[in-house]
């Protein structure tokens, strides 16, 4: 951060969010950011809630102005982010938030699976235009997210909470990125994609292993039943079938019982720790099993949806 170059007029600053913390990061952070000529100031707020979602919503508070960049700690952002960012949000007004193309940079060299799952470790571009609004579930993800933080709020005053949590401690559950571009979208605002902004995000090795990787996945179930209730709004699905635990059970049976051809295959790789053939049918199959017994929480998710959003 402290190496972009913006406009002289461009007031900006960044704030550094102490997450119940038990090391020295308040100290690193301020002394290294003393090192530098940076044009912004640094401030740090502590967030004693643990959890990306409790760090993110206290940097929304706290900050002073009304755009906001989403930076975690293993982000390097192109030396032009945060004017580039400034001006495409001041450009598009309808634009709630914008992503870009996020740079995979490794500790270690990276496995040769790792670019068919780029897109869970947040890696790679959002978009295939020069400047590119995101239609139907597209989003963008947390890292690098610029967005305002007046459509925020207006989602937060039209009464849509948020179910989910992102990473807390060591559970790697994620998806709050995914609901925020999600309850924008159904505020009636876009979300887009330009190539300008670029970022680094660094890998270290340890999240490039197979066992982190199946355990994220196996973990998205919770994450893909609060999606599977978004994408009815977004689909403006009204009918009285989706507030049916019988529809939704039917669903459930299908997917896991759909094209029983491919399940000897889906063994034979996962037998042999091929993860590139099996580990989407895996987490296919965890998700269909959660929604099975969990279709009354869906249903209670899409009502309480329901009651946010007025279809034009």
Request: hydrophobic letters at 40%; aromatic letters at 14%; a neutral charge.
């Amino acid at each position: 951060m402290a190496h972009q170059i913006t406009e002289v007029s461009l007031a900006w600053e960044v704030i550094l969010i102490n997450n119940n913390s038990t090391d020295n990061t308040v100290q690193v952070g301020r002394q290294e950011w003393q090192k530098y000529a940076a044009s912004a100031p640094l401030r740090v707020i502590d967030a004693p809630t643990p959890g990306l979602s409790a760090a993110r919503e206290k940097g929304i508070e706290e900050a002073a102005y009304d755009f906001l960049i989403f930076c975690d700690d293993d982000n390097w952002l192109a030396p032009g982010y945060v004017q580039k960012a400034y001006e495409l949000l001041q450009a598009h007004p309808r634009v709630a938030a914008i992503g870009g193309n996020n740079l995979g940079v490794y500790e270690a060299a990276p496995p040769d699976w790792l670019p068919f799952f780029a897109h869970s470790y947040a890696i790679g571009s959002q978009g295939e235009r020069e400047f590119q609004l995101l239609d139907g579930y597209r989003y963008v993800v947390g890292a690098g997210m610029a967005f305002k933080k007046q459509a925020y709020y207006a989602v937060k005053e039209k009464g849509f909470g948020f179910y989910l949590t992102d990473r807390i401690g060591n559970k790697v559950i994620g998806g709050g990125d995914v609901e925020l571009c999600f309850c924008f979208k159904l505020a009636g605002y876009d979300i887009a994609y330009s190539s300008e902004l670029t970022l680094q995000h660094y890998m270290p090795a340890a999240r490039m292993t197979k066992q982190y990787l199946i355990k994220m996945w196996h973990q998205y179930s919770q994450s893909w039943l609060v999606f599977e209730a978004y994408k009815v709004l977004l689909d403006k699905r009204q009918g009285e079938e989706v507030l049916s635990e019988a529809y939704w059970r039917s669903i459930a049976l299908k997917r896991l019982s759909d094209k029983p051809s491919t399940l000897p295959r889906y063994i034979y790789h996962k037998l042999r720790g091929n993860i590139i053939y099996y580990l989407a049918k895996d987490a296919d199959i965890l998700y269909n099993a959660f929604l099975l017994r969990n279709t009354s929480k869906l249903i209670r998710i899409i009502r309480e949806l329901q009651h946010k959003v007025t279809y034009e």
